[in-house]
C-alpha cells in the first residue's frame, strides 16, 4: 500500500473518531441540558408552595419574606449506580426523632457506590406502616460532611420511588437531597438517619440551609 492511501485512510480514520466524538458530546449536553431543565422547574415549583400558606412548612410571619430555597449547582458527579443487597427478613429498627418520638422503619436493603473513589454504603429504609403516602416508597435518610456547615445539621433525604425488591441497581441522585419540614418550622417532628448513614464525604448538591 502507498504512503499517500495510508495517509488518507488514517486521515479518514482521525475524521470519523472526531465525527463520533462530537456527535456523543452534543448528546450529552443535550442530556444535561434537559436534565438541569427539568431540575429547575421542580425547584421553581417548590418555591410556590412555599409561599402558598395553605402548603408552606413556614411559619406565617416567614411566608411573606420568602423567595427561594438554597441549592447547589446540579452535579453529576453527585448521580450515581448504586449496587444493592437485599435483607432477606428486613429487621424493625426505631429511629429517633427531632422532637423525640421514634419512627419505625424497615431495613430493606444497602446501596453501595462510590463518589471520587471512596466507596459508600447507606442504608435503604420503608416505613413500617405504610400509608398511601409512603407505600411504594424508600428512603435513603443521611448525614454527610456538610451538615451543619453548608446543609441541614440533621440531615437530608432522598426518595426512591418503584424500588422493587430483587433489584441489583439503583440510582441515587444527590442533587435531589432535601431538608425535611423540620428545617424549616421546629414546630415539625422529622426521623433522624440512622448511625450507620453518616458520609465520610461532602455531598456538595441538593438542597442547603434555609437560615445561612
Not at 450529552?28 to 425547584?43: H, P
Not at 402548603?55 to 452535579?75: G, Q, R, V
Not at 448521580?79 to 426523632?97: C, F, G, H, R, Y
Not at 453518616?198 to 445561612?212: D, F, P, R, S, V
Request: hydrophobic content about 35%.
Amino acid at each position: 500500500m502507498k504512503l499517500s492511501q495510508i495517509i488518507k485512510i488514517a486521515l479518514f480514520a482521525l475524521i470519523a473518531v472526531v465525527i463520533v466524538y462530537t456527535y456523543l458530546s452534543s448528546n450529552s449536553n443535550l442530556e444535561q441540558g434537559k436534565y438541569l431543565e427539568k431540575m429547575n422547574i421542580e425547584r421553581a415549583e417548590k418555591n410556590e408552595e412555599f409561599k402558598n400558606e395553605q402548603t408552606s412548612p413556614l411559619k406565617k410571619e416567614e411566608i411573606d419574606a420568602f423567595k427561594s430555597l438554597n441549592y447547589y449547582t446540579p452535579d453529576k458527579k453527585f448521580i450515581v449506580n448504586a449496587s444493592l443487597e437485599w435483607a432477606d427478613k428486613p429487621s424493625t429498627i426505631k429511629i429517633a426523632s427531632t422532637n423525640g418520638d421514634p419512627r419505625t422503619y424497615k431495613k430493606v436493603a444497602w446501596a453501595t457506590f462510590k463518589i471520587g473513589n471512596q466507596e459508600q454504603k447507606l442504608v435503604l429504609l420503608q416505613n413500617a406502616l405504610p400509608n398511601p403516602l409512603t407505600k411504594g416508597l424508600t428512603m435513603v435518610l443521611f448525614r454527610d460532611q456538610t451538615s451543619g456547615k453548608t446543609t441541614y445539621g440533621a440531615g437530608r433525604y432522598i426518595e426512591l420511588r418503584g424500588l422493587k425488591k430483587g433489584a441489583m441497581q439503583t440510582v441515587i441522585d444527590f442533587n435531589k437531597a432535601y431538608n425535611p419540614y423540620c428545617a424549616y418550622n421546629d414546630s415539625y417532628d422529622c426521623p433522624l438517619p440512622p448511625l450507620e448513614n453518616q458520609m465520610t464525604i461532602e455531598i456538595n448538591a441538593g438542597e442547603k440551609k434555609y437560615h445561612l
